[in-house]
């Protein structure tokens, strides 16, 4: 997300952190996120605009529970391909999607920049490989995946997708569950499936208050590659 749009969007909780936590982030993080914070930026608003940056990786717990009570909608996950022999999933979080992924595929790999995220995954899903990289560098070789897929952590950003096509074989699909910007896929040419949302589980409070409404992931866009 451009970080004009995530400041300004921010949910309410951005309030629980303070600019020194930025400070807290692991340095590769920091230096990563902070290249998008234009110059001249007061430090409320970089904080509001890495908001769900210091989540993930300060307040994992937190991702986690929401994570939870936001289950991907059945539909997108019935549109997914039947099985594949390697399945990847790009910023994978603590495995919501993962976690689907096992069923349908050999081997799953998992990016994952946060290590509390990559900690609570591992424990989740202990057969699937969990690696610390970014979108935008993929350390792996070109057509390594037959699926290529995220949730809820992507967008149209040129340099990430080029990645994603490179590690997916050819044939193969590429499949991204809301993400930023669904139109712009559809304008694209991928394929777009908007599935109806289920009724949300019972939920602490907390979440709504912390994160604002709930949203589960009920976008599909897809492209074989
Ligand atoms: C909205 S969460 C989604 C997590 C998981 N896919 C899910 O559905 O629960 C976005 C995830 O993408 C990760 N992430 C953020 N920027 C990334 C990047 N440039 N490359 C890879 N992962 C990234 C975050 O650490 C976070 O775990």
Redesign the pocket.
């Known amino acids: 997300m451009e970080f004009d749009e995530a400041a300004d969007k921010a949910p309410p909780g951005w309030r629980h952190f303070a600019f020194e936590d930025v400070a807290r982030l692991p340095a590769a993080v920091r230096e990563?996120e902070l290249a998008r914070v234009p110059p001249g930026e007061p430090e409320e608003r970089i904080v509001r605009g890495l908001f769900?940056?210091l989540v993930?990786?300060l307040d994992a717990g937190r991702?986690d529970e929401l994570?939870r009570n936001e289950p991907?909608a059945a539909a997108v996950l019935d549109a997914l391909p039947g099985h594949v022999d390697a399945a990847l999933?790009?910023?994978?979080?603590?495995?919501?999607?993962t976690q689907h992924l096992v069923a349908r595929a050999t081997r799953v790999v998992a990016?994952?920049?946060?290590d509390p995220?990559r900690a609570l995954l591992s424990r989740r899903c202990p057969t699937v490989e969990v690696v610390s990289?970014?979108?935008?560098k993929l350390p792996f070789d070109a057509g390594s995946f037959q699926l290529t897929a995220?949730?809820?952590?992507?967008g149209p950003d040129p340099v990430?997708l080029q990645e994603l096509f490179r590690v997916t074989a050819k044939g193969g699909r590429v499949a991204l569950?809301s993400p930023e910007h669904p139109e712009w896929f559809e304008s694209q040419g991928w394929e777009r499936l908007t599935a109806p949302v289920s009724p949300l589980p019972e939920h602490p409070a907390w979440l709504d208050e912390f994160f604002g409404p709930l949203d589960p992931?009920h976008e599909l866009v897809t492209a074989t590659v």
């Not at 990016?111 to 946060?114: A, G, K, L, N």
């Not at 995220?150 to 992507?154: E, H, R, S, V």
């Open positions: 990563h769900w940056t993930y990786h991702w994570a991907i999933d790009v910023g994978a979080g603590s495995g919501r999607l990016v994952e920049p946060s995220l990289a970014w979108a935008e995220a949730c809820g952590a992507l990430v569950i992931p």
